[in-house]
């Protein structure tokens, strides 16, 4: 446990403490707290307390089947006036503008800066060159990727139809389609994990730039004890399938870097004596651990399952005849 922050950044973290309790429905908890601010309990509970006398609609609020207490706001209360959003963590997103390749959400993303910003109308223009100052210091190297037209009224349709649980109809591959949306994933292109009724109970991934007229029904739809969290985690990448237990090991000159890299959120690291690194995690998506593995380069081996050694081989070697003579 981290020693308790210095007197002077007390103020803040009250401050933040009661933007977290009003962004929460059912409030917070003391371990909510202690793991926010990475305190101890009694600190955790001071820091509740010191809210509580400055804040009369705080209260203690009832959370079905849920042993601990929680503590929120039980009316109405706007905190506006506390709030102000540093020119860091505008330019953060402004830094996320560049790094995106999707016209669409860099438009949107776009809207939210100047939304932002209209909080600081009064000293705008110190805002702006501190902004600015951040953007020209601060940077990502270029990512060469593919560039998709989303359409984001598609998006917000989604998004409603994830809401209500609505199924939605459109045009997918020149074919009209009645899908039950189960959650956007973002990648390098944007997908619709999804069910469509004429496959079966089948989840299946959707190009979102691929579809056409789409529109929101009244036909409702249950999408049961499904989890996109769950989901995305089963696969390195996007795609769906066998899951395999990959073992991966690292040389010495990659191992700092490796330990340090995420690889799958179930993911094992394990130094070995020799100084090699290996790390093992179980998901599907074959070919998109296949080139995850070649950009380490001779650094990284497959050490199994086998399928995804053999499989590795063959792939460089069909690469390699179009260099042959």
Request: aromatic share 10%; proline share 2%; charged share 30%.
């Amino acid at each position: 446990m981290k020693e308790d922050k210095p007197r002077y950044s007390r103020v803040s973290d009250i401050i933040e403490l009661v933007t977290l309790m009003n962004s929460k429905p059912n409030g917070i908890t003391i371990n909510d707290i202690m793991k926010e601010y990475n305190v101890s309990r009694r600190t955790a509970e001071r820091m509740r307390d010191s809210v509580l006398n400055i804040f009369s609609n705080v209260d203690e609020i009832y959370v079905p089947e849920d042993d601990y207490k929680h503590w929120g706001f039980t009316s109405d209360y706007s905190i506006r006036h506390l709030l102000q959003f540093s020119p860091k963590e505008i330019a953060n997103i402004e830094q996320l503008i560049r790094r995106t390749s999707n016209k669409e959400l860099k438009k949107e993303l776009g809207e939210t800066v100047r939304k932002l910003k209209s909080f600081h109308s009064k000293n705008l223009n110190s805002i702006e060159n501190n902004i600015e100052l951040i953007m020209q210091t601060e940077g990502y190297a270029i990512r060469q990727m593919p560039q998709y037209k989303v359409n984001l009224n598609h998006i917000d349709i989604i998004r409603r139809a994830l809401r209500e649980s609505k199924c939605v109809r459109g045009i997918y591959h020149n074919k009209k389609r009645v899908i039950e949306p189960l959650g956007i994933i973002y990648g390098e292109k944007l997908y619709l994990a999804a069910r469509e009724k004429e496959k079966g109970d089948g989840i299946y991934n959707y190009f979102l730039h691929k579809f056409e007229n789409l529109e929101l029904t009244n036909q409702d739809f249950d999408k049961g004890d499904f989890s996109l969290q769950d989901y995305t985690n089963r696969s390195f990448g996007i795609y769906q399938g066998e899951i395999l237990n990959v073992k991966l090991s690292f040389s010495k000159e990659l191992a700092e870097e490796a330990k340090n890299y995420n690889f799958h959120p179930t993911q094992k690291t394990k130094e070995e004596k020799d100084g090699t690194v290996t790390v093992t995690f179980k998901a599907s998506g074959s070919w998109e651990i296949l080139w995850h593995v070649f950009k380490w380069g001779e650094g990284c081996k497959i050490l199994s399952p086998k399928s995804l050694q053999n499989e590795y081989i063959k792939r460089l070697k069909n690469n390699l005849k179009n260099y042959e003579k």
